[in-house]
């Protein structure tokens, strides 16, 4: 993983993990006032795990997109272009065989 997109992925969830106590801390509070039911704390506080699983997909699928787009920038294979050449090579050696045994 590049060093850029660690450190943003770490910064990220650093800012996930404060922005989940702190909203914790918050509904804890407006509970604690009355201002909201336990049933909608624990609802706002699923929705908000929700939303960050499903961000946390969309980060997984951006950091591999990415990380094929800077492959192809370097000139690097990808495991699908090993995979086609070693799929070409043993279709070579098939038909070299072939032709060695007629």
């Known amino acids: 993983m590049s060093d850029y997109l660690k450190k943003g992925f ?10 989940k106590e702190k909203l ?10 009355n201002e909201l039911s336990q049933e909608q704390a624990k609802s706002m506080m699923n929705d908000f795990i929700e939303k960050g699983d499903s961000k ?11 990380m094929l787009k800077m492959a192809k920038e370097l000139g690097l294979a990808t495991k699908d ?5 070693r799929k070409r090579i043993n279709d070579l050696e098939m038909k070299i065989t072939d032709k060695e045994e007629q």
């Open 10 to 19: 770490l910064l990220g969830l650093g800012a996930a993990v404060s922005g």
């Open 24 to 33: 914790e801390q918050k509904l804890k509070e407006l509970v604690d006032k």
């Open 56 to 66: 946390k997909e969309e980060w997984s699928q951006k950091q591999k997109e990415q």
């Open 81 to 85: 272009d090993v995979d086609e050449l």
